[in-house]
C-alpha cells in the first residue's frame, strides 16, 4: 500500500515541479568531510553542476554539458549485465542536478528492474532456509511471506531515499565516482557517502535523505513483520545494516572499472 501512495506521490510530485520547481524545507548544512573522514581523504569531488560565483549575473549560467570519462574509467548501466548501476556517475563527468521526474525515474528503475526481484527471491530464499522469522512459516507460504515483505522494504527505501527526500530537502543521491587516489582514499570517499551528498546548488551538505530515508522505511517495515521483531534491538539492526549496505555498493561502484579494465581485462 504504501508503494502505490508513494507512485502516486511522485506523479504529483513531478506534475508540480514541471510548472513551480520543488522549494526546500530544510536549510542547508555546512559540512567539512575533514569532520568525518581522515585528511587523507582530500577534497571530495563537486556536484555535477559547478560551484557558481557568487557575483551576481544577468542571467542564470546554462547546466555544465557533460564530460565525457576515459574507457577504462566509465561506469557502465550494469555490473556485469546483471546489477543495475543508474545511480553511478562516471569520473570527471558532469551533468545538472536531477530534476524530480528523474529522481522518480530512478527509484522506479531500481525497484522495479529484473535484478531486483532476483535479489530479492535470493534473499527469501536464504531467509527462510535460515529460519529467521520463524513466525512467517516454512515451504512455499514461507517463501512468500518472506519475498513480498523483501519487495515493499526493498522498494519503500528506494522511493524515499532516491526519490521523495531527495526531491524535498534538494540532494542529489547519485553517486560521483572519484576515480582517482589511494584506494584508502577512495574507500572512504565511497563509504563516506552515506553521509555526505551534493546538495541542487552545488554544495556537500548532511546526507538527510539518506540517513531519514532509510529509518522511515524501517519504522514503516513494524506494520508488516511479526510482533516479535518490532523491538527496537531489530529494528536499529535492520537500520545500520541498510545504510551499511548503501555505503559498501557504493564502495563496490567505486571500484568497479578498475576492476573491469584491469582484473577482468574488459571494458566496465
Not at 72 to 96: D, E, F, H
Not at 244 to 256: Q, V
Request: charged share 15%.
Amino acid at each position: 500500500m504504501f508503494v502505490f501512495i508513494l507512485l502516486i506521490f511522485g506523479w504529483f510530485t513531478v506534475a508540480a515541479s514541471a510548472q513551480t520547481g520543488v522549494q526546500p524545507l530544510v536549510a542547508e548544512f555546512a559540512f567539512d568531510p575533514s569532520s568525518v573522514v581522515s585528511a587523507d581523504l582530500g577534497k571530495l569531488p563537486d556536484s555535477p553542476q559547478a560551484l557558481q560565483s557568487t557575483t551576481p549575473q544577468a542571467t542564470p549560467a546554462s547546466p555544465s554539458p557533460a564530460v565525457p570519462a576515459p574507457a577504462s574509467k566509465t561506469q557502465p548501466k550494469r555490473i556485469l549485465g546483471i546489477m543495475p548501476n543508474y545511480r553511478a556517475v562516471s569520473a570527471g563527468a558532469a551533468a545538472p542536478p536531477p530534476t524530480a521526474k528523474e529522481s522518480f525515474k530512478l527509484a522506479t528503475n531500481n525497484s522495479f528492474d529484473y535484478s531486483a526481484f532476483v535479489f530479492t527471491g535470493l534473499t527469501s530464499l536464504i531467509a527462510e532456509g535460515n529460519d529467521s522469522h520463524p513466525q512467517l512459516g516454512k515451504g512455499v507460504g514461507g517463501f512468500w511471506a518472506y519475498s513480498w515483505r523483501g519487495f515493499v522494504d526493498k522498494t519503500d527505501g528506494n522511493y524515499l531515499v532516491l526519490f521523495a527526500l531527495p526531491t524535498i530537502f534538494r540532494q542529489d543521491e547519485r553517486y560521483y565516482t572519484l576515480g582517482k587516489g589511494s584506494i584508502w582514499k577512495r574507500t572512504v570517499y565511497s563509504l563516506s557517502t552515506v553521509l555526505i551528498t551534493p546538495n541542487y546548488r552545488g554544495n556537500k551538505s548532511f546526507n538527510v535523505s539518506e540517513l531519514l530515508g532509510r529509518g522511515v522505511a524501517e519504522g514503516i517495515s513494524t506494520a508488516y513483520y511479526p510482533t516479535q521483531d518490532r523491538t527496537f534491538g531489530d529494528v536499529a539492526t535492520k537500520y545500520g545494516y541498510a545504510v551499511m549496505r548503501d555505503g559498501l555498493t557504493n564502495s563496490f561502484r567505486e571500484f568497479w572499472p578498475d576492476i573491469a579494465a584491469h582484473v577482468l581485462r574488459r571494458h566496465p
